[in-house]
Every structure is written in structure tokens, then in C-alpha cells.
């Protein structure tokens, strides 16, 4: 079966002009419903400079801050509740804010219906000043005034676990309020709290949804209620009796029925402001074609595979069912087996005349979809999928000269689009749908590079704690859902590794603060069961990895419990907690335990790629044997035929080890083969986002098990790394522990196959940018530093210098302004000022790179 690739395509931000920087807050554009806000941008100052707060005019707080900062801390005391600030970094960065309740939430709270969609309704009449509505659900919701749509969120206010907290979203008023009585409505559907949810049934929190929501004024006299939900209020028919993520939605015309609302007591949870990116739109994408496998039933194509729903435009009256899924059989129906047991199914009662009807209440994971009772012949232009997602901003871009790497790059930022719905998820199609923590600890840096993850993440690993027990195990999904189980290496320690990715990309110290206690408690967990240092195996190891010979558990185990207090010690030092000498022993101890137990002198006593990739990667070697295991590794790949055996643990380190042990034609070996296991495997199949298996569909095989199987799953898309830091050679330094992205390594690794590759990352300390051009005669170097950050360069030249030159001047002359320092390898490494910087390498010092293009083209 050959699939067409389609070309997908991400949305792309534009970045702002030098000297005027993006404001952000907490990680947010202009954010609304701050407690205790932190304004940074997207550079370090080169001098010093006055940040300063403004109310109305007024200034109500003013800093001196010094050279180098890119982040400052504004005190809560110093601000009122519900109030809009303005602030200003004098001549670099501007933004504003507003500021949350900063109180307890006492509005009261409805309930809605077990399953259906309804309208919860009231009327106040308007006050001057300056309006807010505060609003949160035990569900899914949306708001209106006057009949207008307030904001452009979806499924708000997302998912949280309820047993602990909920949040809410301010939505001002003030210019959308008519003299006199306003109507204020609240659309409530089931949504996670009471949907179904993994597979597991509808009601996991709660038997009915439930939402709260308050009016607040500003005026001269301060800030008061006006309105709040209420018994005065009423439940009306939204002609939506069915409205389930994961099942569907039926959709019909509304019965004009109402009656009275019901309050229900208040949870007993943290009702918190939300400063997470909503889930919005993020674009549309038109049907391909249409075929009709069988009388009366069409199948349209969307040409790639998307994450949301689907739009129709149809002259009533009709009574249309649409199934989605992500595949077809060989007579061309909709292939549904591995979507399990969710439904993805919606439907449409419309009346006569012309509509344009959508779900609002439901999300799929399709590529196709399967259309009856369409009155007549369909046509591609008669219906659009409508693409979900929490619409992070694009911060990174990679361009290569590969139309097929193009595409891979595109299928990641597509699946990480996907699968970023309110929470990072594994898959959006079938009935799991989770929090799952190895999938975006192994995939985190690679989104990091493509999306600005400072405040979702962030926002994640509150929810990650607070699915831990009592007793420091973590959960293998957040919100955490029990069935799933605790307690798995990799999966459980994406406490540790997600907050500390949070902090070395953007210098977020508070989320790692707040992390900092569960990551204790999770490692004397994993201590306490450890015998002798050596942790047992446990639950997943290195999932879903070809081939017959299993990296054992105990050894990732192990391994993993080591990256983890290595990584904890670290946390100590940045935080100036006391606790860095104990976890760095502990270190030692199990990481002595490990090559007792696991090596025999250099080499592993049961060899896997990924036994070495975790050893090498997470310095668990000694380092006299370090330079023989990594030769072990690369043999072994050469021995497979340089395919990788690898699953989720072993894939995103697999290539960096090699590349980073001068072994980079060895990797790119692994990531140029065509045939399974790789990525051009999946590529050449027609995928259009990345798959969970290698063999997801197979030549000879076709659909793997259906049930596990999933066709948008962004864990083998953590391969962006390695392109963005080790082809690109745009990364930060692994031997620095410093935080947003100060300490720089450019190290370019051209790849046979490609003749071109750049990357461009705006990152919390400024913009930069590497790359390289491949030509006749040479190869050209280029980078961007920002100002005040620092960067080490190492470029893959051998043989003579003479001839290279930097910025038009040879380098040899240069010897005073940029020492360069030889390697063992005869590459160079110097340090880079800030700047724009051109080296151009002549064919006699890349002749190794070049010759290895003509041996593969």
C-alpha cells in the first residue's frame, strides 16, 4: 500500500525587530489572570536598564536591573486583584498584564446534563467601569454575552485532575455590554470531568458536569460582583443531546425547551487562574477527495492527518453521520479497529435551508472520514476539517535541502500540534488519549526547539505532582488516571526531566522550585527499593523496540535512577538547597552499582544500542572506558546493518551518542536508511505525522495489532533534536548547567544526502542561528549569537586551515580575536562573540564531508 504525502504544514509566528522585543509574562503574551508575575524577554540586556509598572497612568513599581537579565520578578503585594498593568523594559521589551482574583472563589455553582451540551443562562443589567467574567467548569465550556461569543477558547477550561484543582479564565466585558439588561450564557458539556476518558467510561470525576462564573466590575470605588451564577439562572436545549470528546457529538436543531438551573456544592479543589495557552483553531484544511467505496457512503480525504473536526456546508434538510479514522481497509472504508473504543462519531439533524454546522464539544484524530445520508453527491469543497490544539507560538524553524527530511520536520510539528490539546497526549484518535510522561520527557526538547513550552509545560508538571502518592511514586500518566500504574523508569522521572528541560531552556526557576520537593520524595522512593544501587526492572523498559534481544529493565532502571539524582543535585545548585552533595554521592554510588552489575570492562554484558545509548548518555561509563563504548555501540550498529533497534528510551539518545563519540557518519547512516526500522521508512509509506511503531503499517504485514496502534504519536519525533543540535548544530551546551539558554555549542554535522541546513531558535536569551551550505568548492559556516550570551563553536574541518576565512578575512590572521583550539578528530573549536559570523571551509578541509555525499547521492 503506498500512501501520498502530502506536504503538511505548521502554522509559523513571525518574530519581532531587533531593539523592540516581545513582553512576555510567565511565559505568555499579555496573559490575563497573573498572581505573581514574572516579565522577561527574549534577550539579555546589554546594559543596564529600569523596568517599570504602570496602573492607569500611574507607576505603581519601578527596578534597576543589570546587564544580562532577561527575566524580573514583580512582588504580589505590590499589585490589586483584577487590575490591568502595563510595563516596560526602558528601550528593549514592552507588555502587559492583568492581574487574577487573588482570592477565594465563592461564586456559586449548576449543574449541567450527564451528556448533553446545554445553555446555562442569566441576565444583569451593566454598571460603568470596567467589566470582567470570571468563569471555570467541572467540564467543558463556552461563553457568550448577548449572544455573541466571548474569546476564541476551546474546550475550556481544559484538563485538569479535578480531585485537585480547576481553572478559570478572565474574559473582559467592558466594550461588548449594552445599556440596560445583558444576557450572559454559558454553553456546558461533559468534557473530561464526566465524558468518557481513556478508555475507561463516561463519569471518571463526577456524574454531571458543573459550572461557576461571576461578573466583576472596576470602577472608582474598586472591584465588586455584579452577577454570579445561580438558582435564578436557567438550562436551555442546545439541540446537542450527545456532546463527548472521544465518542462524538449529534447535532440538531434546539427544542426551545428550558427549565429551572440546580446549584450543587462547591468542590472542595483549588480553583486557581489559568496561565496555560488555551486550546484554539489553529487553522483549517480542505478535503482532497471524495470517493463513494459503496452505495450511499463517501469517503472524504483531508490529504494528511489532522487533530479536531469537521465543518459542513450543506443544503437541508439531512440527516449525515460522520465516522473518522486514520486509515482505510483495502475496499476503501474507514478502517476504525485501532481507534478501540472510541466512538469518533458525530452526527447532524439539520432542517431545510442552507448550514454550516460543526461540533463544538468533541475532538478526533482522522485523516479520512466517512460520510452517509449526505443529500447527493459530496464534493471536496463541501466540508473542512478544523484543526485543535493549544496553539503554542512557533519559535524554531529548520530548512534542509532533503524534500523528504522537509517533510519529516513538517510531520513532527504536526503531531506535536495534535497531541497538544489541553495536555501533552500520546495519541488523539483512539480512547486513551492520556497524559503519558515518557512521551513528552523523550520528545520535550525537540518541542522545546519548535514551540514556546514555558507556561503549558509548566502548567503540566503541577499536574504531574499532583498525581504522586504519598508514598513519592509518580504516575505514568498526568492527570494521573490509577489503571495506568505508577512507578515505571523513564515514564515516572519525567518529574525530574521536564522541569529541569524547563529550566535550561528559559531559565524557569520557579516551576523547578516547585518540583524540587516531589523529586525528592521520588528519589528516596526508588532508593528505598533499590538493592545495593541497583533499582529493578520495572513496567515498560525500553518500549516498543524491533528486534529480538531486550535491553533489560533493571539496567534502565538503574540507569534512569541515576540520570534522576544527578540531574536533582544539579537542582540543588541552582536553587541554593543544601542537598547537592547527597545526590551527587548517590550518584556515584549507583552509578558504580551500574557498572558493577552491567559492564565488563567496556563493553555491556548484554549489548543493545540502547544499553550503550542510556550508559554513554547519562555518564554511567568510566570515563577510560568511555572512548571503547562508544566504538562497542558503533560496531554494533554496523553489525545491524545501521538500523536502529531502539524504542522510546533508547531512540532520542541513539544518534546523539554517536554524534556526539565521533560517530556522526554512523548516525547519519541510522537516520538516511530507507528500509524498516527508520524514519524514511515511515516517510515513504505516505506518513504525514509520525507513528507510534515502526511498523505501524508494514510492507509486508500491513496495519499492525489494532490494539495499540496509533498513526499521530510524537515520541519518535524527539529525532528533531538531534537535527536541530547535531546536523543543524543549534544547541545549548550539555556541559553547562546554567538556565534560558545562555551557554551555546554550534556544532554543525552536515549529513550525506543533504547539501544545505539551518536552524533558527528564538530562545529566551535572543535569536540564534546556525547552519551550513555545502557547495563545489567547500562548505560555508554560519551562526548568530545574541548579545550576552556565550558560545563555543566546533566546526568538522581537517588537514590545512589556510584557506578558510571568516567574514571575508582569512582565520589564520585572526589568531589574537579568536583563538582556535585544534581537536583529536583535526576539527577546530574557538568561541564566538556575539554577532553574525561566515566561516567558509575550502574543499581540502572538508574533502571527508564532500566524499562522503558522492559515496550515498
Known amino acids: 500500500m503506498k500512501r501520498q504525502v502530502s506536504g503538511a504544514q505548521t502554522p509559523y509566528i513571525g518574530t519581532a525587530t531587533r531593539g523592540l522585543l516581545p513582553g512576555l509574562t510567565c511565559g505568555l503574551v499579555d496573559p490575563v489572570g497573573v498572581e505573581e508575575p514574572r516579565l522577561s524577554w527574549e534577550a539579555r540586556l546589554p546594559v543596564a536598564a529600569d523596568v517599570t509598572v504602570h496602573a492607569g497612568g500611574r507607576e505603581v513599581w519601578r527596578t534597576l536591573v543589570p546587564p544580562g537579565t532577561s527575566v524580573v520578578d514583580v512582588p504580589g503585594d505590590r499589585l490589586d486583584p483584577l487590575m490591568p498593568y502595563t510595563w516596560r523594559v526602558e528601550g528593549h521589551a514592552t507588555g502587559t498584564f492583568t492581574t487574577g482574583l487573588r482570592g477565594r472563589w465563592d461564586a456559586p455553582w449548576i449543574a449541567g446534563d450527564p451528556e448533553a451540551a446545554v445553555a446555562l443562562r442569566g441576565s444583569f443589567t451593566a454598571r460603568t467601569g470596567r467589566a470582567w467574567l470570571a468563569v471555570t467548569a467541572l467540564g467543558v465550556y463556552r461563553a457568550l454575552l448577548n449572544g455573541v461569543r466571548l474569546g476564541d477558547e476551546e474546550l475550556a477550561p481544559g484538563w485538569t485532575d479535578y480531585e485537585h484543582r480547576v481553572r478559570y479564565r478572565l474574559l473582559e466585558l467592558t466594550d461588548r455590554l449594552v445599556p440596560g439588561e445583558n444576557e450572559l450564557e454559558v454553553w456546558l458539556a461533559p468534557g473530561w470531568y464526566a465524558g468518557h476518558v481513556a478508555g475507561g467510561g463516561p463519569f471518571r470525576y463526577g456524574d454531571r458536569p458543573a459550572a461557576s462564573a461571576q461578573v466583576l466590575v472596576r470602577d472608582d470605588d474598586g472591584l465588586r460582583r455584579v452577577a454570579a451564577t445561580g438558582s435564578a439562572w436557567t438550562l436551555h436545549d442546545l439541540g446537542r443531546p450527545r456532546a463527548d470528546l472521544i465518542m462524538g457529538e449529534t447535532v440538531r436543531e434546539p427544542s426551545g425547551r428550558s427549565w429551572p438551573a440546580s446549584e450543587v456544592p462547591a468542590p472542595e479543589i483549588s480553583v486557581e487562574a489559568d496561565l496555560t495557552p488555551p486550546v484554539r483553531v489553529i487553522g483549517t484544511v480542505r478535503a482532497v477527495t471524495v470517493t463513494e467505496p459503496a452505495p450511499g457512503i463517501q469517503v472524504a480525504d483531508f490529504g494528511r492527518n489532522v487533530v479536531g473536526r469537521i465543518r459542513l456546508r450543506v443544503e437541508g434538510p439531512a440527516t449525515i453521520e460522520v465516522r473518522h479514522g486514520e486509515e482505510l481497509t483495502a475496499t476503501g472504508r474507514l478502517y476504525t479497529d485501532n481507534l478501540r473504543t472510541a466512538g469518533q462519531r458525530d452526527e447532524f439533524d439539520l432542517g431545510p435551508g442552507p448550514h454550516v454546522a460543526e461540533p463544538a464539544f468533541t475532538l478526533h484524530g482522522f485523516r479520512y472520514a466517512e460520510i452517509t445520508g449526505w443529500p447527493g453527491a459530496l464534493t471536496p469543497d463541501d466540508l473542512e476539517a478544523v484543526l485543535l490544539s493549544s496553539a503554542l507560538p512557533v519559535t524554531g524553524t529548520l530548512t534542509v535541502s532533503d524534500p523528504a527530511v522537509r517533510q519529516l520536520i513538517a510531520n513532527i510539528g504536526a503531531s506535536a500540534d495534535g497531541n497538544l490539546v489541553s495536555v501533552p497526549t500520546d495519541c488523539p484518535q483512539r480512547d486513551e488519549r492520556a497524559g503519558w510522561t515518557a512521551d513528552i520527557s523523550v520528545f520535550g526538547s525537540t518541542l522545546g526547539f519548535l514551540r514556546h513550552t514555558q507556561a503549558f509545560l509548566s502548567g503540566w508538571v503541577t499536574t504531574l505532582i499532583d498525581g504522586q502518592r504519598s508514598d513519592g511514586a509518580v504516575p505514568h500518566v498526568a ?152 566504538q562497542a555501540l558503533a560496531d554494533l550498529v554496523r553489525d545491524g546493518g545501521h538500523r536502529l533497534m531502539t524504542g522510546f528510551v533508547g531512540t532520542p539518545l541513539l544518534l546523539p551518542v554517536l554524534s556526539e563519540t565521533g560517530h556522526h557518519d554512523v548516525a547519519c547512516r541510522i537516520f538516511n536508511q530507507e528500509g524498516y526500522p527508520s524514519w524514511r521508512y515511515q516517510l515513504r509509506a505516505g506518513a504525514t505525522t509520525m507513528w507510534e511503531r515502526w511498523d505501524a503499517w508494514h510492507h509486508r504485514n500491513g496495519l499492525q495489532t489494532p490494539a495499540m496502534n496509533s498513526f499521530n504519536h510524537y515520541a519518535y519525533g524527539c529525532v528533531g533534536d538531534w537535527l536541530f543540535r547535531h546536523v543543524a548544530g543549534l544547541g545549548d551546551d550539555p556541559r553547562g548547567t546554567g538556565g534560558g539558554f545562555g551557554e551555546l555549542l554550534l556544532r554543525p554535522g552536515p549529513v550525506p544526502l543533504l547539501r544545505q541546513a539551518h536552524a533558527r531558535y528564538r530562545s529566551a536569551s535572543g535569536t540564534v542561528e546556525s547552519g551550513w551550505r555545502a557547495g563545489p568548492d567547500g562548505v560555508q559556516f554560519t551562526f548568530d549569537v545574541p548579545e550576552g550570551v556565550t558560545a563555543r563553536a566546533v566546526l568538522p574541518v581537517r588537514g590545512a586551515w589556510d584557506g578558510m576565512t571568516v567574514n571575508g578575512t582569512f582565520l589564520m590572521g585572526l589568531n589574537e580575536q579568536l583563538p582556535t583550539t585544534r581537536l583529536g578528530d583535526g576539527g577546530c573549536a574557538l568561541n564566538l562573540p556575539p554577532g553574525r559570523w561566515s566561516f567558509t571551509a575550502p574543499g581540502p578541509a572538508v574533502n571527508h564531508l564532500l566524499q562522503a555525499w558522492d559515496e550515498l547521492r
Open 479 to 630: 492527570p494521573v488516571l490509577p489503571e495506568y500504574g505508577y512507578d515505571s523508569p523513564v515514564w515516572s522521572d519525567a518529574l525530574v526531566e521536564v522541569p529541569w528541560l524547563l529550566w535550561r531552556r528559559y531559565g524557569d526557576d520557579r516551576t523547578l522550585r516547585r518540583a524540587y520537593d516531589p523529586m525528592r520524595r521520588w528519589a528516596a522512593y526508588c532508593l528505598a527499593q533499590a538493592d545495593e544501587g541497583i533499582r529493578p526492572g520495572r513496567a515498560l523498559g525500553d518500549w516498543l523496540a524491533p528486534g529480538t534481544v531486550e535491553t533489560p529493565k533493571s539496567l534502565i532502571a538503574t540507569a534512569a535512577l541515576a540520570r534522576s539524582l544527578r540531574l536533582i543535585a544539579h537542582a540543588a545548585d541552582v536553587l541554593g538547597e543544601p542537598h547537592a552533595q547527597e545526590y551527587g554521592e548517590a550518584f556515584t554510588r549507583v552509578s558504580g552499582a551500574f557498572q558493577q552489575a552491567f559492564l565488563n570492562g567496556p563493553r555491556l554484558r548484554t549489548e543493545t544500542q540502547t544499553g550503550y545509548a542510556v550508559a554513554l548518555a547519562w555518564d554511567l561509563i568510566p570515563p577510560e572506558d568511555r572512548a571503547a563504548s562508544a
